[in-house]
């Protein structure tokens, strides 16, 4: 288990510097001259000057590459252009916009979909089965964004349960903090259900295929009723193809936070990048772009140790 | 257990009769065709010029001369949608053309190699995976400004280590079965086993993750557009249209209905085709549902 | 009073007949055989026993276990039933445990269900039943996970579940089908031990006629869903009342007429294999370690004449698939030399083995997994043309595939056809098709009539017989089955891990092994006729006091 998890945690380390390096090369490499993009075209040549000193364009790729990431490493993510802050500062901020955001998303579809999931293998073929995988069909189908603004229209515009956008920001009362948590049930919600009906259905193949191996057969045999096998022996072999598809999910739902904080403008690191895209401040970029790739691989890390977690078989190190 | 399987593989005469029985892929089919054939007509005709603009009639509701009203501009939304379908389907295909063309020679050459391309090929797979195409498109999109080609590229990426795992996955399960061993007893090489006996037998499993990544391209698009860093105005695309119709929902709410329902059905249709696929193909599952 | 009682049962998957008027009873202690080919419906059987059949299914008639009906037993009373009083152990022991379960678990997890006992006497339960079938405690704690034991320990596992509370009735479905011989012989001996110490009565399912002949008192005999013939084991099979019974037991005692070795010994060898050893790289136990090896090969000498047919016989994961994959240069050697009609084979490349090739085919044990389903069998069966230098012409190519399906006993219109159109036997036959088309010397064939219905099985055996004659084709023929060993072998390499430990002729070396290795195989390997020896010997010492001072064998 412990040399598992060493070689878990070496290949996401690596996984981790090479992303970095593309991330390094798209953005520092690739466009010649990272400043001219950032200020234009009609941008003077002592503005350009400065700005190239203060980025340190005018030493060799290898060492700012190595200086960029030795600044990650300790925090370091460098000033923002427009913001006249610091990049940890601006993450710090907005993280507590779409942490809050992606957590809530992602219990809700999660308690959502693996219930029901369960629920249709066990009534497989019979009509629960079919009207419950038939919406999650459909909800499958719907883009998020579509979902969020017909949520926007019904419950917001309609009938004016929660803001149509916006975020009144976490404060110290009770009062503050729900009115702050009613600005993301939408956008939450949103995110969620889509997500959910994936899951719902990945969750009822993997338990439809589990339920035709043979030692579900053997622990009938021991006079379990069908019911408990169902909980006891089958749902967690087919966690597996579950979890793997909620490592990949998590991915699209940072995504999906981008787009559906644009849809409330929240102010979220989804507003930040993208704000920061138009405004072309590639320092702001890079350093969020950097710490969303990192989640990923942190969660495919975890999800990796959950697998051995799961199932034994996976302890062993290959 | 010894309970006989009673195996009926796929005669191809049966194929088209269980085809017909099927309905996912009936209804995946009819609908998939529909907005296909909804993208040619587009190019001969639509009921409108969407090139005019007539702020005149501007958010008229829907009538019989505009069945699906019109926008901010005064566009036809029908016509606007039968144009915005040929974007959409575009950025589909290829990017699931490229990431097939990429991710199946790499999946089916990692696992035909074993050791070291393998093992290289996976981590290549883990560090594309950590870039969804929507964090990919913004990345491009910081340096070369948003565009139609970008969204394309970006979502492309994402499937080729899509396509590598199936293809990979699949062929490894074929290598060691006796056929393939016979194969290589006939001096076959790699490439020419890849090719006579390990291709056909995945195409299927291929076909079905094809449709899937098509939908998924749908709605990855429709996001990018919606963001603005899709195709760029004037072309229409669904997303845009989605974005241009929000500032007004409370207006026009007709707006916002029909090119998300145009992004659902067409996804949908693509899931239900294959769905269809999937069960009419994998003699596995047949008997399971 | 019978413990089981079926009468006129009938099953039908939709509209398809599956069982037709089954007939079966068995008496409290009595060991009931089934024994069948596939497709006769004796798993069926087992499942309507334990109300386990598949969705869909219609059963008619009457199943009667201990007084209760169980066909309208509703499904609590039913669960009541199985894991207590119904046990059953299922043929594939590597998937019928949960793998994300430890034994202990899954042993002790029928006892709490039944008595409602505490985990800890429920797994000290766990534990004795363990013992008892020989998995002790030093060897193999509870915490263990299936995949951490070998097939035949969690053959034993299952049986452990099954009997952990001493089940009236105990159902093995071709329990032992999965093993080697030597397990074979093992866990049959553990289920009538256990049997015979809680006065169990056990339905065994089998293919095998020789293995129900050792084990049962009585025996049904079940061809396409419908009892043939059922009574005293002893009777049915030396009275061989039904032609099918008949068949059946002919066909498991086959030997084909084969000419005497035909070719004088040739002064050069056609293959000769020296000093060959294979190393395996172990998974490395920690990041530090150096990773071990596995050899699965070590130092294996030995050489074939032109027309001989050789048998390479052990037990599983003796590493008689690795030889014959080395032979075969889809693996190369560690060290060591093989040389193929004059020709080191182990170091040339890819290329230079084309001629090679030619003159070596290979069969293969499933004959389901030799073709590829997209092809037809035209195409299949041509597949190693693409070794000859020139290229056939369309025409030829099919002229000699048709005479090539005619030699196997196919038709030249089977070459239109897809695999799945073709029975098992059929494919085998494609599969030998496939092999000679090249017209090679040596066929190196891997468990070829194994996983074949008995009587299949006998007419694939006189193919092999016949080609032998007919092409002067020398067989390198690997296998665990000692009888099909017998049957087209003139000489038998034993191999026992990695090493070959006794050479013979084959009858000599079955007759009288020297090596252990041999002795435990033979003595393993279920035969028929001395089965029904032994059943009668046993009955004539219990009825008369006077029975023969000696043994027959003897004499």
Redesign the interface.
């Known amino acids: 288990m ?2 598992f998890l ?2 878990r945690l070496a290949v996401g380390f690596a996984t981790l510097l090479a992303s970095s390096v593309i991330v390094f090369f798209v953005l520092e490499v690739l466009p010649g001259d990272p400043a001219r993009i950032m200020l234009g075209m009609n941008a003077s040549p002592e503005t350009l000057a400065a700005l190239r000193l203060e980025m340190g364009l005018d030493r060799p790729i290898p060492i700012r590459y190595l200086d960029w990431i030795m600044g990650l490493a300790i925090g370091d993510f460098g000033r923002s252009y427009t913001y006249s802050s610091t990049v940890m500062d601006l993450i710090l901020e907005r993280l507590g916009v779409s942490l809050p955001l992606a957590v809530i998303a992602l219990t809700l579809s999660t308690l959502i979909a693996i219930p029901v999931g369960v629920f249709a293998a066990a009534r497989r ?1 019979r009509a629960a089965d079919t009207i419950t995988m038939g919406a999650a069909q459909v909800g499958v189908a719907i883009p998020n964004f579509w979902f969020a603004l017909l949520l926007i229209y019904v419950f917001a515009v309609g009938l004016r349960l929660v803001p149509a956008g916006g975020f009144p920001g976490w404060g110290e009362t009770l009062a503050d903090n729900w009115q702050a948590l009613k600005a993301l049930i939408l956008p939450a919600v949103a995110l969620a259900l889509p997500q959910a009906a994936i899951l719902a259905r990945v969750t009822r193949s993997a338990m439809v295929d589990v339920m035709g ?3 579900i ?10 019911r408990t096998v169902l909980w ?2 089958a749902l ?2 087919a966690l597996i193809p579950v979890l793997t598809i909620m490592g990949l999910q998590f991915a699209f739902l940072l995504a999906g936070t981008i787009i559906i904080e644009n849809v409330f403008y929240l102010p979220g690191l989804g507003r930040l990048i993208f704000q920061a895209i138009i405004q072309r401040d590639l320092i702001v970029v890079e350093g969020v772009l950097m710490l969303l790739v990192a989640t990923i691989i942190l969660i495919n890390l975890a999800v990796d140790i959950c697998y051995a977690l ?4 996976l302890r ?3 | ?4 399987p ?2 009926v ?1 796929t ?1 191809k005469r049966n194929f088209f009769l269980r085809a017909l029985h099927n309905r996912s892929f009936l209804i995946g089919l009819i609908v998939t065709g529909s907005i296909a054939l909804m993208a040619l007509v587009s190019f001969f005709w639509v009921p409108y010029d969407i090139t005019r603009l007539e702020v005149a009639n501007r958010m008229q509701g829907i009538s019989l001369s505009h069945p699906f009203g019109t926008d901010h501009m005064g566009r036809d939304i029908l016509s606007m949608i039968m144009v915005g379908s040929r974007n959409s389907i575009a950025v589909a295909i290829v990017a699931v053309g490229l990431g097939m063309g990429l991710g199946v020679p790499l999946g089916t050459w990692a696992a035909a190699r074993g050791g070291l391309p393998d093992d290289l090929l996976m981590r290549f797979n883990d560090v594309i995976f950590a870039f969804p195409a929507l964090i990919s498109a913004l990345m491009i999109t910081a340096i070369f400004g948003p565009g139609a080609v970008n969204a394309i590229i970006a979502i492309g990426i994402f499937n080729v280590p899509v396509f590598a795992r199936i293809a990979r996955a699949g062929a490894l399960a074929l290598w060691p ?3 393939i ?9 790699r490439l020419v086993i890849t090719i ?2 390990i291709l ?2 995945i195409a299927s499993l291929l076909l079905v993750q094809g449709t899937i990544q098509f939908a998924l391209g749908i709605l990855a698009e429709a996001g990018l557009s919606y963001l603005g860093l899709g195709a760029q105005p004037p072309m229409p695309s669904w997303g845009r249209m989605l974005f241009d119709a929000q500032t007004r929902i409370a207006l026009a709410p007709h707006l916002a209905l029909f090119p998300g329902l145009a992004i659902a059905i067409t996804v949908l249709g693509l899931n239900l085709l294959g769905d269809g696929l999937r069960d009419l193909l994998d003699p596995r599952l047949r008997h399971t549902r | 009073m019978s413990l089981l009682e079926i009468e006129n049962l009938s099953l039908s ?1 939709g509209d398809v007949p599956i069982l037709k008027n089954i007939e079966l009873s068995i008496a409290p202690g009595e060991v009931m055989g089934i024994v069948g080919e ?2 006769s419906g ?3 059987t087992a ?1 309507a026993i ?1 109300k ?1 059949l ?2 869909g299914t219609m059963a008619r008639g009457r199943v009667t276990f201990d007084g209760i009906d169980i066909l309208s037993a509703p ?2 009373s039913m ?6 009083d119904i ?2 152990v ?3 022991p590597m ?7 430890t034994i202990g678990e ?1 042993v002790a ?2 006892i709490r ?2 008595t409602g006992a505490r985990r800890a006497d429920a797994e000290k339960r766990a534990r004795a039943m363990l013992d008892r079938v020989g998995l002790p405690e030093s060897k193999v704690p509870l915490s263990r ?1 299936p ?1 951490e034991l070998s097939g035949g320990q969690r053959q034993r596992v ?1 049986i452990a ?2 009997c952990a509370l001493r089940p009236k009735l105990l159902i093995a ?2 329990p032992t ?1 999965a093993l080697d011989v030597v397990l074979q012989a093992q866990i049959l001996e553990l289920l009538r031990d256990l049997v015979q110490e809680n006065r169990m009565s056990l339905l065994l399912i089998s ?1 095998d006629l020789a293995v129900v002949a050792e084990m049962a008192d009585r025996i049904t005999i079940m061809r396409r869903g419908a009892v043939i013939e059922t009574g005293d084991t002893t009777r049915v099979l030396t009275r061989q009342a039904h032609p099918y019974t008949r068949q059946l037991a002919e066909a498991s005692a086959h030997v084909p007429a084969r000419a005497a070795a035909a070719a004088p010994p040739a002064a050069e060898p056609l293959l000769e294999v020296r000093d060959v050893v294979r190393d395996y790289p172990l ?5 530090l370690a150096r990773p071990g090896k596995f050899r699965a090969v070590d130092g294996v000498s030995f050489s074939l004449r032109a027309g001989q047919s050789i048998a390479l016989v052990g037990r599983s994961g003796c590493g008689k698939s690795t030889l014959a994959r080395m032979i ?1 240069a ?1 693996d190369r050697p560690t060290s060591g030399t093989i040389r193929f009609m004059g020709e080191d084979i182990a170091t040339r490349a ?1 290329d230079a ?2 001629p090679a ?1 030619r003159n ?3 069969v ?3 004959p389901y ?6 092809h037809k069998a035209e195409r299949l069966v041509a ?2 043309l ?2 000859l230098d020139e290229p056939l012409s369309k025409a030829e190519r099919r002229t000699l595939v048709a005479e090539t399906l005619e030699q196997v006993g196919l038709s030249a219109a089977d070459m239109d056809k ?1 695999p ?2 073709f029975s098992g036997g059929q494919r085998q036959r494609l ?1 030998i098709a ?1 092999a000679i088309i090249t017209k090679p010397k040596l066929i190196i064939a891997d468990e070829p009539v194994s996983a074949l219905d008995v009587s299949i099985r006998a007419q694939i055996l006189d193919l092999f017989a016949d080609l032998n004659a007919r092409l002067n084709l020398a067989y390198l023929f690997i296998t665990h089955d000692l009888t099909a060993a017998r049957a087209i072998t003139d000489t038998v390499l034993v191999m026992h891990e990695g090493r070959i430990v006794e050479t013979g002729p084959t009858e000599t070396v079955l007759r009288h092994p020297a090596s252990d290795v041999a002795r435990t195989l033979v003595a393993a390997a279920p035969n028929l006729a001395q089965a029904l020896e032994t059943r009668q010997r046993r009955l004539a010492n219990a009825e008369g006091s006077f029975g023969l001072p000696f043994d027959p064998h003897t004499s």
């Open positions: 412990i040399a060493a070689k073929g191996e043979d030692y057969r053997t622990a009938r045999a021991k006079g379990m009723p069908h006891r022996h967690r072999n799961i199932d034994p078989r062993l190190s290959r | 257990m010894s309970l006989d009673v195996f593989p005669p079965r006796e056929f061993l016979a194969a290589r007893a006939c001096g076959k090489g006579e006996h056909p037998n | 998957i596939s497709g004796k798993s069926l499942l334990m386990l598949p969705e499904e609590p669960c009541r039933l199985r894991g207590d046990g059953m299922f043929q594939e998937t019928a445990l949960n793998p994300v379960k899954q997890e029928g269900w039944h996970y995949h299952v579940i099954a479905d071709e089908t293919h998974r490395r136990r920690s990041l075969l889809l890819n083995l084309r090739r070596m085919q290979v293969f044990q499933d997994g030799s073709f590829n389903p997209r597949e190693p693409h070794l897809y799945h159109e599969s496939r």
